[in-house]
C-alpha cells in the first residue's frame, strides 16, 4: 500500500524538482544498458510504464509473492505496449528513448593537428574588398556548357564570388582577342588537353598573356579509360600514368600554394575511385602539391604525384595541374588556393569564417524529444569545448515562450534549467505560439509579439539582441509587410535571417538583402531538422551526415561562405544530442584542414559584417513568388499572382507611350495599372526609390482581376527603358511578361524631352537653351550634364534593347514604330493584339479617330465626339534647328547603325525614319 501510495504521487506530481527526487529514489534494481550519465535523462520514461506495470501486478497477482503471474503479465503489457507504440511515430520515438545508448561521439581524429603550421603565403590574401575593387577574374574554358568538371568550377567560383568569364572551346580557342591588362587573374582549362591542341598562333598569343602579366593556368587532366604508362605529356619534362586508383592521399605540407588548405593527415575514405592521373616526378622543378599511393603492384612502393605545380621555371608560366576532377572535397580547397596563388593573390578569398548556430524552436518541441537538464549541461559543456576552439562561440537561442514546460517533468527541468543559465547563450525572439506569420494580420502579430516578450522580460531573458527568426521563415521573403512593422514596434528587430532568398536551392546562391533597414542574412542547412534526433535513424544512416562532415555538404558550407548561419532544433540538443556532435566534429574537422579563422559574432554584429563584406547585396532583387513552391507555401493567401502585369510598356519617354497606354486601356480585356499619386498614369516601380517599398506596394496598383486568365494587366512607365538594373528586376519578378518598346528618331526624341522639362518648369532645362544642353561637356555644371545625360541617353536605342535582350528572349519583346503610332495607331494596335495573343480582338478602327484641331488620333468618345491626350502630348514648339539636328544625326550615328543591325536581327522592319538618319 505504502508504494502504490508513493507510486500515484509521483505520477501525478507536476512539479519538476519533485519529479528529480522521484528519479533517484524509485529506481527498481539493475535496468538495460544505460550508463549513470543518461540515467537521470531517460528515468520518467522507463519508470512510467515501470510503475504502472507494479500496481497492476499487484491488482492482478493479489500478492507480490505470486511473482510467475506477475511476469506473465508484464510479458503481455510488453507486447500490447510494443504494439501501440510501434504504430505511432511519436512513440516510436518515446520507444526509441528507452533502448538508446549515450549520445554518439565524433570519431575523427586530426593527425596532423599538433603539427599544425602557419599558412605559407606567397603574397597575403587581399580581401574581398580589395578583389572586388581590383575586379581581375577567371577566365575558364570549358569542353561544353554542361561538363561535370566545368559546372563544378563554376560551381565554385560562385559560391566564393569569384568573378569569372566563360569560353565554351569549340574547335578553336574563342576570346584571345580581349585578353587586356589586368582583365583575368587566372586561366583555367578544364580539359588541360584542350591547351596543348591549340594552334601555335594562338597558343603563343595565349602564353604571351599569361607571362606578361603574371597570370597562371591551371589545368585539369581528362580521366582515361585506357591505361597509359610513362606517356610523356607534349611539349614538358612530364610523365603520366593514367587510369590509376590512389589510396591513402596526403598533402606535401611543404607546398607554396597552401593557404586555405592545411596539410591535415592521411586520407584514406571516400577517396573516388579509379581513373586518375598522376605524375611521374623526373624533373625538380615541379613541386608535388599532393601524392597518394596505389594498388597496383608495380606501383605499390611508388609516391604518385596527383597534383603538380610548375611554378614557371620551364616556359614562365605558373600551372597547377590536377590530376583529377573536383570530385573529391580536397581538391575543391586547393582549387581556390591554386587560384589564389597563380593570381599572385589578386584573387583570394579571405580566411575569416564566421558561424553562428541558433537553436530555434526553445521550448517548442513535442513532448519526450525535448532537452532535459543533462542535455542542457552537455550543451553548456559543448559550448566551452567549442568555445576554445571558435573564439566567442555561444549558441543562439530563439524561443517560443507558449510552450515553456510542455515536455514531461524532467524535460520540464530542463527549460527551467536553460533559464537558470540564460547568461550563457545569446537568445533571440521566435513566434510566441509558432504560428507562421503570413498568416497573421499586424495587429495580430503585434499581440504574439508582445505576449512573447512579456514572457522574456518576466524570465530574465535579455529582448535587445535585435534578432529575430519566423517560423518556416514564413513572412520574412516572400515579405509579408505586417511581420517587418510588427517587429520593429515590438521587438526592435534590425536583423533576421533567412534560407528563402533568392530561393532554397541551389544553397551556393542563397543571398542576404536589407529590406526596411532589417537586414536578411542568408541561412545555411547543416542536416539537422526537428526530426532527426537518433543517430541510427538519420535518413541514409550515419554515414550520411559523417560524410557531410567530412569534406562534404557542411564542411564546404562552412569553407565556401564567409558567414554561415545555421539553423537548428530544440530536439537536436536533447535525445541523441546530434547537434552537438555535429558542430564539435565540423569545427574539428574544418580546423584539421583548413587555416581557415573560425569565429562568432552576435546577429547584429553579425549581419554589419555581412553587408560590409558584400555590399552590392543591400538591394533586394523582388522574385516571382509563384514559380516556387515553398514561397507560395509562405504567401498570404489572398495574395495572386494574377495581380501581377502580363506585359509592360517600357518607353523611353516621348515616343507616344501616353497614347499607345490609353489605346490599350481602351481595349475590353485590358486592365491599366490604377493611377500613382505623385507620377500618374506611370507606377515607376522598377527603376527608382518605389522597388525598395516591395511587391506588396507594387501590386496594390492592379485589381484582383474576377477572372484572372481573361484578363491582361500591364503598367506603362517610360522610364524602365534605359534604367540599368531595370531589366535584371523586371525579369526577376516577371519572368514571362512582354515587353513593350517604342521609339522615333532619336534627335526628335531628344528635342521632345528638352521641350516636356521646360513645361515642367525644371530650372536647367529653363536656363539653358537645346544647344547648351546637348553640346554641355564635362567642364559644365553638374545639373546640366545630368540633364544632358537624361536628354540624349535613351535615345541609343540599340545599347539599351540589348540589355533587355541579355535578360529576356526576343519572342517576349517588341518594337513598335512611334511614327508609325502617330500615323497609322488602327495597323499598330492591330499588330500588338497578335503578339501580346489578346482575345477579343478589338476593333480599334471604330474607336479611333484623326481629330484635325488635335492634329493626332483621337479615342472616339460619341459619333462626333472624339477624346483627346491633354495638352501635354503633342506640344507646339518650334522646329529644331539645322545645325542641332546635323550634329544629332551625327552624335546617334553609331547607334543608328548599331539599330539598324538589331532590327535586322531580330526580323523587325526597318522604320522610314532610320533609313533617312542613316543615308
Ligand atoms: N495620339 C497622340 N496624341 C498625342 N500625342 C501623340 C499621339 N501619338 C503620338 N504622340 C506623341 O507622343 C509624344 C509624347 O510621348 P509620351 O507620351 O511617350 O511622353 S511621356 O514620356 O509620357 O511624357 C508627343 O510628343 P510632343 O509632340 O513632343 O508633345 C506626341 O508627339
Redesign the pocket.
Known sequence: MHENMESEQSLLVPSAVDSYAWGESNWEGPHPSHSTSQSSRNLPLICRPWRLWHRATLCFAGSRKASWRRYILGAAIVIIVVVIYSVSESSHRSLMSLVRGRPPESLFRCNNLANASLPRLRVPPKTIENRLREDPKVLLFTETRYSKTGKDITNILVANRIKYKMEVLGKSLPGLTNLSRGKYGTIIFENFERYLQIDPWNRELLDKYMRDYNVGMIGFMPSHEDTQVGAKLRGFPLYVHTNMALENISLNSENPVLQLTRAGGTITDNVPGSEWTVFSLDDPTYVPLEWGYSSVPHFSEEKLVSIILDKGDFDGISRVLFGNSLEFWLHRLLFLDAVSYLSMGRISVSLDRYVLVDIDDIFVAKKGIRMTADDVMALLESQNRLQEMVPGWKFNLGFSGKYYKNGYPEENVGDMTLLEHVNDFWWFGHMWGHTQPHLLTQTDLEEQMELNKQFAISHNIPTDSGYGVAPHHSGVYPVHEPLYDAWKKVWNVRVTSSEEYPHLYPARLRRGFIHRNIMVLPRQTCGLFTHTVFIDKYPGGREVLDASIHGGELFQTIVFSPVSIFMTHLSNYGNDRLALYTFESIIKFVKCWTNLNLRTVPPLQLGEKYFHLFPEERDPIWGYPCADRRHLEIWAKEKTCEQLPKFLVI?P???????LYTFLAMHPAIVANYPSPETFEEVQFFNGKNYYKGIDWYMKFFPVPANSSSKFLFEKS?TYFEGETVPQRVRALLPSVKLVI?IIPPSKRAY?WY??MRAHNDLTALQYNFHEVITATEKMPRQLRTLRNKCLIPGMYAKHIERWLDYFPASQLTIID?EE??ND?VYIMNDLQKFLNIEPFYNYTEHLRYDKR?G???QVIEEDKTK??GR????VYAPMNESDAKLLKEYYQPYNIALEKLLTRLDYPVPGWLEDELQ
Open positions: 518607353g519617354q516621348k515616343t507616344g507611350t501616353t497614347a517610360a517604342t521632345s521641350h516636356h512611334g503610332l502617330r495607331p488635335k493626332f488620333f483621337c483627346c491626350l501635354g502630348k503633342g506640344r
